[in-house]
């Protein structure tokens, strides 16, 4: 009898972490078992506004975003990115403080960011606008605001801009909760029905076991996805974000995901108590 096929669209951000985990699936490596996947690359932002409106199958978003998009999708429990003790960082051009920061503006990749959510948490009130996370670096280098939150490889090249660090979120995060710091999850639409949101989860993990299985040719792939970054850093920022929290959140990552939306409950960042719904 023939398998029978389901197509499904795995959208994710044009990152070399993010690269690396999908090199599987992007290579025709895996027996996706009947689920014929395509791939769409955007920026997380973008993401985040299309898994609100429920556009993909399969979705990376930020976990800030979870609370608006938990109707109509459920978190995988792979295919994570959490900084243990490090994450998205606030750098500026030398003279900005933490002391002096209120009065300043801070370029930020996006409000529906996890990297912002905790922003808050550290420091509320703060005077933000809104920038693409690549171009953050030399948005602040340039004058046009007093400081910037930047995630992904950034966090690993700005000081070769001549820019210091206020804070980095994920060792003051780490300070507060002893967890790491869930920043981007991957999730799957319910209306898929539980045996393809099933199968769809497992052929994730896989792919990323995979990666981590053949890692110098996933690094390869993930490559050309970097931006212009060396090899050597590259490697040690897939090594940052794909690890065995991204193979399975375990109970230190669920308590983490868990513990986030508590403090910004406490903090009055959102209006109820999210409590994450995870595939099993």
């Not at 804070?167 to 029905?193: A, M, Y």
Request: a negative charge.
């Amino acid at each position: 009898m023939a398998v029978q096929t389901k197509e499904i669209t795995i959208a994710h951000s044009p990152d070399s972490d993010d690269a690396f985990m999908f090199y599987a699936l992007a290579n025709d490596k895996l027996d996706t078992k009947g689920l014929v996947v395509h791939q769409v690359l955007k920026d997380i932002q973008s993401l985040n506004q299309d898994a609100i409106n429920g556009r993909y199958e399969v979705s990376a978003i930020s976990f800030a975003a979870y609370p608006f998009v938990k109707d109509k999708y459920m978190l995988m429990p792979c295919g994570a990115s959490m900084g243990d003790n490090y994450g998205p960082m606030v750098i500026a051009k030398p003279g900005v403080t933490k002391e002096n920061l209120k009065d300043k503006t801070i370029a930020i990749p996006g409000k529906l960011t996890t990297a912002y959510l905790t922003l808050q948490l550290w420091m509320p009130g703060l005077k933000v606008v809104e920038v693409p996370f690549n171009e953050i670096i030399d948005y602040v280098v340039a004058g046009k605001a007093d400081a910037g939150l930047i995630i992904h490889e950034g966090q690993l090249m700005f000081q070769e801009s001549g820019l210091e660090l206020i804070v980095d979120l994920g060792v003051w995060w780490h300070d507060e909760t002893g967890l790491p710091l869930p920043l981007g999850g991957n999730v799957v639409r319910k209306d898929l029905g539980e045996k393809t949101v099933k199968d769809a989860t497992e052929l994730f993990k896989t792919a990323v076991v995979y990666a981590l299985d053949h890692r110098q040719e996933a690094l390869d792939y993930a490559m050309t996805f970097a931006r212009d970054m060396k090899r050597s850093l590259a490697d040690k920022f897939v090594g940052m974000y794909v690890n065995d929290l991204t193979v399975d959140y375990g109970e230190r990552g669920r308590k983490a995901v868990a513990k986030l939306f508590e403090m910004a409950y406490a903090k009055g960042l959102t209006t109820e108590l999210i409590v994450p719904e995870f595939v099993d």
